[in-house]
């Protein structure tokens, strides 16, 4: 018998028809099907598949990866209706803050012509590999695996793709080997454009967080996003009003460069709820710049708030559709 032929006897004691397994030279890569499993057989079952193919004559390296049905796994969309307001940066630390309290989340960074989540989740530089023409996210060292545009191209060109490509594009990250993730934060690209429109309708999000700055443009271009997902029949998770206060970091006085409040009294006249506001501060802006999200620090009291409430809200069963 050849080596391709013993492992895949020894992965189908295991797993049955469930495994499908692929050898790329002394590569061997099993992708399980996990739906219906609970995580101790599942977690289980990794470990078995792993153990009987390590060491195996002929093999030099082995990857299991696990997927489910799409319909267990949460989308949640995060956006903005115009550019500039911290959305990406809000994104990262909404995944690593969902991922401290207790979620399996993966990131999306579905911001095709502006991919800023490698440098915001500290890998920059890296490239997902591919198994059985699926991208396999990259780890980073927040536990939230991340698949990106940035990190297809070289970093510095510009990605000047029509439509179509660009939602081909984001159909390769939403659709990668996701494993056990039971939730994705999907970092969009401001606007209300195609990679949107492509979003919405296949790839039903539970739900919308909308990030908007206090000023007044800014919520003009926040609620045309809202009016999106409206109409796409998208829940809005909330609002979270962005740069809301700067303090100064010698007088201490705070000061509202942006304004203030304009984003909670304008998710009350929408009737959505307010998630929270995030301050204008040095330390936020400089940490995502050097890859350490706040929202991995133990003492995070920003990021982690706005977290619990997105989790309690994904928890809710959902509302019965009208007949």
Not at 246 to 275: Q, T, V
Request: contains cysteine; aromatic residues 4%; proline residues 8%.
């Amino acid at each position: 018998m050849t080596i391709y032929d013993t492992a895949e006897a020894a992965v189908a004691a295991i797993a049955g028809d469930r495994a499908t397994l692929r050898m790329d030279g002394a590569r061997a890569g099993v992708i399980l099907d996990a739906t219906g499993l609970d995580a101790p057989e599942r977690d289980a079952m990794e470990v078995a598949l792993r153990t009987a193919l390590t060491g195996r004559p002929g093999i030099a390296e082995v990857r299991v990866v696990a997927t489910a049905e799409r319909s267990a796994r949460a989308l949640i969309a995060v956006a903005s209706g115009k550019g500039g307001v911290g959305k990406s940066t809000i994104a990262a630390n909404l995944a690593i803050a969902l991922s401290r309290a207790g979620r399996r989340v993966g990131m999306v960074d579905a911001d095709i012509y502006g991919p800023s989540q490698p440098r915001l989740l500290g890998v920059e530089g890296t490239r997902p590999e591919a198994l059985d023409k699926q991208l396999i996210p990259v780890l980073t060292p927040y536990g939230v695996p991340l698949l990106s545009m940035g990190q297809l191209v070289e970093p510095g060109r510009a990605i000047a793709w029509r439509g179509p490509m660009a939602a081909g594009a984001l159909g390769q990250l939403v659709e990668g080997a996701w494993g056990r993730a039971d939730t994705l934060v999907l970092d969009l690209p401001p606007g209300t454009g195609d990679v949107q429109l492509t979003m919405v309708q296949k790839y039903r999000p539970a739900g919308a967080v909308i990030v908007s700055t206090p000023q007044d443009l800014s919520l003009i271009d926040a609620t045309r996003a809202i009016d999106l997902f409206q109409k796409a029949g998208i829940p809005i998770i909330g609002l979270i009003e962005n740069m809301a206060g700067y303090i100064c970091p010698h007088c201490h006085e705070i000061s509202d460069p942006f304004g203030l409040g304009g984003a909670e009294a304008a998710a009350l006249d929408l009737g959505i709820p307010f998630l929270g506001r995030i301050p204008l501060t040095g330390s936020i802006r400089a940490a995502s710049d050097a890859g350490r999200p706040p929202a991995a620090e133990a003492g995070d009291h920003v990021f982690a708030p706005i977290a619990a409430t997105v989790d309690a809200w994904l928890r809710q069963p959902p509302a019965a559709t009208p007949r």
